[in-house]
């Protein structure tokens, strides 16, 4: 088991983990559309057996927006199916293709596709959550505070049920990595690529977890971040993860490392918790 969490850790790991990804509980359609760049496709994992309520997460995958693939990620997809989750996972454009904030905005139209097709999959478009791991992170939590990207995709204020943050670097200045400079650029608007510049309490509730020992995006952005929206009145659960690291937070929602840690129930409690509240 600790060799699959090692593969993981390589984007040819994460194909390798989803040999293992169980065929069954779940429908899967692939490459749809919701814009159209080569990148803007989205998959859908929709479970056999709804929840109540019919939740959809929209999931973004990290990479340092520079690299990454959906088809990476149908271990995601199945471990929500599992709990009666509708998963989608889009792809979106990526460095050096494209710079900040273009990313983001790929990430709102794939929400408003969404939000106007998902009915057709079974899931219901009024209990629609953000998530993400790493760099996707970053950008569900963009989408969830900064009320532009949405609106400028036709989403309307109070769409999202709730924003899961794995990860995510919310708070990251000041930016010393010279590509995530180029990326980012201008250091003059640097305060408006951090989520955590937008928070005001008025953002979705979220639930926020990360690993103590990750050194790729550090704990802070996490702590930071639930700190000010519960100063700002809004409500941010955290959990921080003794001797995790920035793989191992996300591998659990693979089937074969599940028992590995409780992850995948405190997603499905939050999202339970907050159905019928977007």
């Known amino acids: 088991m600790?060799?699959?969490a090692s593969l993981l850790a390589a984007c040819s790991g994460q194909f390798w983990v989803n040999t293992l990804v169980p065929p069954w509980g779940y429908a899967r359609d692939t490459d749809i559309a919701y814009g159209e760049m080569a990148r803007?496709?989205?998959d859908i994992y929709r479970p056999d057996r709804p929840a109540p309520g019919a939740p959809v997460v929209v999931f973004f995958y990290g990479g340092s927006w520079q690299e990454g693939n959906k088809d990476g990620y149908r271990f995601v997809g199945q471990a929500l199916a599992s709990r009666g989750i509708t998963a989608v996972i889009p792809d979106y454009r990526l460095y050096p293709e494209v710079?900040?904030?273009a990313f983001v905005e790929d990430g709102a139209d794939a929400v408003a596709w969404t939000?106007?097709?998902i009915a057709d999959y079974g899931a219901d478009p009024d209990?629609?959550?953000l998530a993400g791991h790493s760099a996707g992170a970053h950008i569900a939590a963009m989408l969830a505070v900064a009320p532009d990207y949405l609106k400028a995709a036709g989403v309307p204020q109070g769409a999202i049920s709730g924003l899961i943050g794995m990860a995510g670097p919310y708070d990251?200045?000041?930016?010393v990595d010279p590509t995530l400079k180029t990326i980012f650029a201008p250091e003059s608007a640097w305060p408006r690529t951090q989520p955590i510049h937008f928070v005001d309490g008025r953002e979705p509730?979220?639930?926020l977890l990360h690993g103590e020992a990750d050194e790729t995006?550090?704990?802070k952005n996490t702590i930071n971040m639930a700190d000010k929206v519960n100063a700002s009145g809004g409500n941010a659960r955290i959990k921080l993860y003794p001797g995790v690291d920035h793989v191992m937070l996300i591998a659990p929602l693979a089937s074969v490392l599940r028992f590995k840690g409780d992850e995948l129930d405190m997603i499905d409690s939050f999202i339970r918790a907050h159905v019928g509240t977007g």
């Open 2 to 4: 600790s060799l699959v």
């Open 115 to 117: 939000r106007a097709h």
């Open 99 to 101: 710079t900040f904030p």
């Open 217 to 219: 995006v550090l704990p």
């Open 172 to 175: 990251f200045l000041p930016i």
């Open 127 to 129: 209990n629609l959550f």
């Open 205 to 207: 509730p979220m639930l």
């Open 40 to 42: 803007q496709r989205l």
